[in-house]
């Protein structure tokens, strides 16, 4: 198959390096996914943002993908808050894995292959546990499991961590802990009350620690490494750490990840954005400020995921005007070409005849292959536009559709990354609403009728009516809409 050649700056060397996955009709990526303990803040949403982008090249560039994020359902925090609300862990973490979805779902966030979660995995984690133990790494202390760093040599390869101060038999037992003190881990925990969520297994009654959940989930799904593993900035020392020391101390002679990707921080006011801080915004707060998906979306993809990215609702408003200004150009071409109709091809099957097309194509796509330079990608989207808007103003009556045709195909497939751009006619003097959402409510109309739910039905109805939208049942059971006069 051909593909796409990709680079990536890849954290193990520091460097950029050409990716080469084992298969890449077979690519295997792992992300670390949230704690599922509350609503994401946009800062984590933009490291789940960054794998869609990293997802969504790889398929644009034609790698075949089979990709895991995990779902932390075991930590600390979940613990000490399911006793606090006297509820088992499963009843408190199910909301928030639905609200994390939910979010996904909101900003177009393609759904991966496999979404394994910690609670699911405990077996995986005993096993990894009895192989670091058959392998030597591993000493008890207190009934507490933990991985002796000293016995390990390749301990701070990836991090580049200064382990010359490091003591033996230093230990934390907590999930987080101080950045850049360098002690042994915790693997497994001894249950310390009653009261706190325990698991009966070979190596004992407790709860697996933070670190182990990841590495046994790559083993559980993948049963080797993988090609790429992602994860914030913040993840590298010591999660990424402990991770590559549990997977390679138990595998030695197996690669565990071939190219390590960190994604740079969302800030506010320079500063990390972060629930401990309490300076965050979940996605909700900036919808319920009238904020729509499509610009926070845009906004938060924009910059390179290398790049800090400060926010601010002044920042978010610019995105939402540039984004906006592609949208209009896509729009004109779509009227004045008449090409509402158009059913465009898949990406892969379409060949741009016209020269300057094929070049803007050439240079999106090469923008992505080098570490994902969405920026520079945006570039070309923006050249489609001065191009597009160049043209329809000097051949306002004697348009080429074809050449229209080509331009909306662009279009189309760099939407394929940015999934914010609409390609359905807007009704008109009907600021931002699209016919499309219209047939979703008539729709969700018509279920709530069949239901009987006849409030929600009316309620409908009147929303779109606020809207200047008029519903009319047909005898025969259809319902059409027509704008208010
Ligand atoms: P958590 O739910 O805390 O486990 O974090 C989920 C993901 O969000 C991890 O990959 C973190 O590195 C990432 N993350 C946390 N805070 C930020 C931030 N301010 N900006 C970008 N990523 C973040
Ligand atoms: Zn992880």
Redesign the pocket.
């Known amino acids: 198959m051909t593909v796409v050649p990709f680079v990536f700056q890849n954290s193990k060397s520091g460097k950029k390096e050409s990716f080469l996955p084992k298969d890449p009709s077979h690519v295997t990526i792992y ?6 303990y509350n609503f ?2 946009i ?2 949403i ?3 943002l960054f794998v869609d982008i990293l997802r969504r090249s790889l398929l644009l560039g034609g790698y075949k993908l089979n990709q895991s994020m995990n779902i ?1 359902d075991i930590d600390d925090k979940i613990i000490n808050e399911s006793i606090k609300r006297k509820i088992s862990v499963e009843e408190f973490t199910k909301p928030w894995t639905e609200a994390f979805f939910k979010d996904l779902e909101t900003l177009h966030v393609q759904k991966l292959e496999h979404y394994p979660k910690a609670t699911e995995s405990i077996d995986a984690m005993v096993g990894l546990v009895e192989t670091l133990r058959s392998n030597g790494l591993v000493y008890e202390k207190d009934g507490n499991l933990y991985f002796s760093i000293q016995k390990f040599s390749r301990y701070g390869e990836l991090s580049k961590i200064d382990v010359s101060g490091m003591k033996a038999g230093v230990r934390y037992d907590a999930d987080e802990y101080e950045k850049d003190d360098v002690r042994d881990f915790v693997l497994w925990k001894n249950q310390k009350s009653e009261e706190e969520k325990c698991w009966h297994t070979r190596i004992g009654n407790g709860r697996p620690g933070w670190h182990l959940e990841c590495s046994a989930m790559i083993r559980k799904v993948y049963g080797s490494g993988v090609d790429i593993h ?6 590298l020392f010591p999660h990424h750490e402990n991770e590559a020391a549990q997977s390679i101390g138990a595998y030695p002679n197996e690669e565990f990840v071939g190219t390590w990707l960190h ?5 506010v006011d320079g500063e ?4 401990s801080k309490g300076n ?1 915004y979940t996605l909700r707060d900036i919808l319920e400020k009238g904020y729509d998906p499509n610009s926070i979306r845009y906004h938060l993809i924009s910059a390179h995921y290398r790049s800090k990215l400060n926010f601010s609702l002044g920042k978010l408003e610019e995105s939402k005007i540039a984004m906006e200004r592609i949208q209009n150009t896509i729009y004109r071409v779509l009227e004045v070409g008449n090409l509402w109709d158009l059913v465009p091809k898949h990406y892969d099957e379409f060949h741009f005849s016209a020269l300057d097309l094929q070049n803007i194509n050439l240079e999106f796509m090469n923008s992505l292959a080098d570490d994902l330079n969405v920026p520079k990608a945006l570039a070309s989207v923006f050249e489609l536009v001065r191009i597009g808007n160049q043209y329809l103003d000097a051949n306002d009556s004697n348009v080429d559709t074809k050449y229209l045709n080509e331009i909306v195909q662009l279009f189309y497939k760099m939407n394929e990354l940015f999934a914010v751009f609409q390609f359905t006619k807007q009704v008109q003097s009907l600021e931002g609403i699209s016919e499309e959402w219209i047939l979703e409510q008539i729709e969700l109309r018509k279920t709530a009728k069949q239901n009987k739910d006849f409030s929600t039905a009316d309620r409908i109805r009147k929303e779109l009516e606020e809207k200047g939208i008029l519903l009319a049942d047909t005898k025969e059971g259809k319902t059409t809409w027509k704008k208010a006069q």
Do not use: Q, W, Y
């Open positions: 992300s670390c996914g949230p704690t599922v994401a803040h800062g984590n933009r490291s789940f932390t992602t994860g914030g900035i913040d993840l994604c740079e921080h969302l800030l990390k954005m972060s629930k965050f």
